[in-house]
């Protein structure tokens, strides 16, 4: 029995002993084939480090070199701005005693404030540190006289022939510049920007171990002018980090708008460096410059918002994709919020909320702004609104009679017939004989730089904008924004005059009043230039918007107003319809008509851009 015992007991030893030696050898080969993995993982990541950590380093070292120049400026302006906050009509040291002597004024300048409301309104003014009379201006206007004010807009676009009379640009273009095929036959793919190809370059970038920054050279777009520099993101942070020369100015992209020649109020802008929190970015929306998509406008919670222009295309998705995939942006942001303006028109319902009545026609009109591309950051492509009312003469107006409105369904060339016949004799004879230029209507635009600026004059920066355009000076008092009905009788009968509204004629009435006293001359009739002239059945601006505002949602300009929005934005924009409609604009206005990259003649190349630039832009068809 014992011996049975005995035996069972040396088996179970032995199988026990048999598996420990298993269990060892096993232990050695696992840890012979971790040693190899970890090896072989190593080799990897020395063989990754020699390619990542260099750009890495490269970007980083660039971040932290522009972070070390960019101290002084950027806490220099930031202490000035909580000092002015201080002194503030609602701060601690608002009393005059207690500020600050820098901050001391007898005298309160204001200027426009860049920042939204929920319905895109900017209404609010804030204190203009950078303040100047343009009294310069004023004085090289007066020793120039009417005539010579009239070669404007930068004189004319860089010297591009202009005729100042029809408002028509003859610019002599290369044909290798210009797009094979009807304008806009290529405009889908222009805005698919997600390539197959472009998504395998930008998500093996995004998906790199230890990327800890990105970075692509870039040009913040800025009213009329832009700034050379490069977007760089960090884990927490958007920056825009601006080229600088020797003695540390930022360089401009345009020599006219460089911080050293430009009025304060538009230097102190250019010269920024600007950073954001990642978690505070609201929307990005692609964005046209030049008339091609390279850009993208960044909406943030704080209802600022800031426009980048980004040359190469791959880097531009890549920007993208890194904006949409960071931990530390908006949970709710992805990339297929980022579309083509046609799509997200769909997308977001806006037509279909219209018509049910759940927005109102000016958020409505502004939605489909936004939708295609219109900025306030780009006076090339401002918002633009119509015209509505049509009476500027009677003591009262009934906004519930139709008489008192302009006809929806035609453009403003069009309203005036006798006009209007002058512009189709002119599109029927109307021949190139290079084949270059389409035939036309206008020669001039219902949205430019120029009309956004004589609209918005009496505000900063929109005086420092205008006084640039016209080379250091104000324009002559009779070519000014003096009355409301003036204005609308050149746009009914002026030969190149056809320009639409910007959207403060329907919510701010301070760009009516001259608040900051600005010399804007002395018309012949020796009249100076004040507060704009406002019509009889208008006592006060406040009055004046209020009333444009109710016309603008009355039940008769709801029930035609597609009729406008077909011109501007839908099926009349171009094409047959277009021209049905008598609505065809000189070609270099609209989306595709031209591949810059494409000239090779730097001349030729300034003259088209600086067209584009000064002389308007049509939306995206939606």
Known sequence: MRSAEEDEMRMASASQNNFANILREYLKRSHRLDAAQVRSARRAQTATASVVLPLEAEETAFVKRSAVHGSHRQWHWVWRRRLRMLASPRGPWRAASKAPQLLRSSNQHWMLDAVENSQRMRRRLTRNSHYEDHHLAARRRDRTGPRAGARSHTQAAKQGSFDSEEGVPRLSLSVSGLESGEQGASLDEEWNLVMPEDLGVVAAAATEPGRAHFGVAAKRIILLGSVNGRVALTQTLLRFVADRDGEGGAIANDADQSPGSSPRVIAAEL????????????????????????????????????????????????????????????????????????????????????????????????????????????????????????????????????????????????????????????????????????????????????????????????????VSLQSGKFDHADRQFHSVGDTWSSCLTGPGDVKELVPEFYYMPEFMSNHNSLDLGKRQDGTYLGDVKLPPWASTPEEFVRINRQALESEHVSANLHRWIDLIFGYKQRGPEAVKAHNVFYYLTYEGAVNLDAIQDPVERASVESQIHYFGQTPTQL
């Open 271 to 466: 010269d920024r460096d600007l950073s954001w929190h990642l978690s505070s970015i609201h929307q990005v929306h692609f964005r046209r410059h030049m008339l091609h998509m390279s850009a993208i406008e960044v909406f943030f919670k704080d209802r600022s918002s800031a426009f980048f222009s980004v040359q190469n295309k791959k880097s531009l998705m890549q920007l993208v994709w890194k904006l949409t995939s960071l931990p530390g942006v908006n949970s709710g942001l992805s990339l297929s919020d980022i579309r083509a303006p046609s799509s997200l028109l769909s997308r977001l319902k806006s037509t279909e909320r219209w018509q049910h009545g759940e927005l109102s026609n000016f958020d409505y009109l502004m939605a489909l702004n936004t939708i295609a591309g219109r900025s306030y950051n780009d006076l090339s492509q401002y918002p633009v609104f119509p015209w509505i009312i049509s009476d500027y003469t009677s003591k009262w107006i009934d906004i519930h009679d139709p008489k008192v409105y302009r006809d929806l369904s035609r453009p403003i060339g069009a309203l005036n017939q006798r006009r209007l016949q002058h512009f189709i004799e002119r599109y029927e004879s109307f021949e190139d004989p290079v084949g270059r230029i389409k035939k036309f209507h206008y020669g001039t635009h219902y949205s430019s730089a120029a009309s956004v600026a004589y609209y918005l004059i009496r505000l900063e920066p929109f005086a420092s904008v205008h």
